[in-house]
């Protein structure tokens, strides 16, 4: 397996991974195995169907993409691992080429940015002073009353300022 990065815009990028030889091997019979598994034949139990049969069954396509399906996940991981890489984005796959020698599977996400910091210390900075007049207040106060009161009911008559449900 063999993953390669390349940036795109801003942070967005891909992740090629591509897998072949002995490993791309492996993976393929592992999958025409499962897929095999869910093969009926009239006169086989199923999952015993002869491999000769099973292989005029399942195309080769077909175990391909399973094969891709069941290891996307841990070529990733792996491709990540490989490249230092931390996606920052849910990474979407795709499958630019596959068939019987190799799987080339692109993987687009997007990572943390890199940036510098500048000087930072020894800014010089004012704050201006604050001047809050009585009036803007009882305006907020009002506001946050008004905002987490409570209805309490009573049993008396309803006066002036009282909210009453009527039904």
């Known amino acids: 397996m063999a993953a390669n990065w390349t940036l795109k815009e801003k942070s967005n990028g891909e992740m090629v991974v591509t897998v ?11 999958a025409f195995r499962k897929l095999a598994q869910t093969v009926q034949v009239e006169g086989f139990r199923k999952g015993h ?12 396509y077909q175990t391909q993409v399973q094969a891709v399906s069941d290891n996307a996940n841990e070529w990733m ?9 931390e996606p920052v984005s849910q990474p979407v796959l795709d ?23 500048g000087q930072y210390k ?3 900075y004012k704050l201006g002073d604050l001047e809050v007049t009585e009036e ?8 946050l009353r008004e905002k987490y009161a409570d209805i309490v009911e009573k049993d008396s008559e309803a006066a002036m300022g009282d909210t009453v449900n009527i039904n």
Not at 136 to 143: H, I, Q, S, V
């Open 20 to 30: 072949e030889g002995e490993e791309w091997k492996k993976v393929c019979d592992k």
């Open 49 to 60: 169907v002869p491999a000769q049969i099973l292989a005029q069954r399942i195309p080769a």
């Open 77 to 85: 991981i792996a491709g990540l691992k490989e490249l230092g890489l």
């Open 95 to 117: 499958i630019r080429g596959i068939d019987a020698d190799h799987a080339e599977i692109v993987f687009e996400f997007t990572v943390a940015p890199d940036f510098e910091i």
């Open 122 to 124: 020894d800014l010089d």
């Open 136 to 143: 803007e207040y009882d305006k907020e106060l009002g506001r």
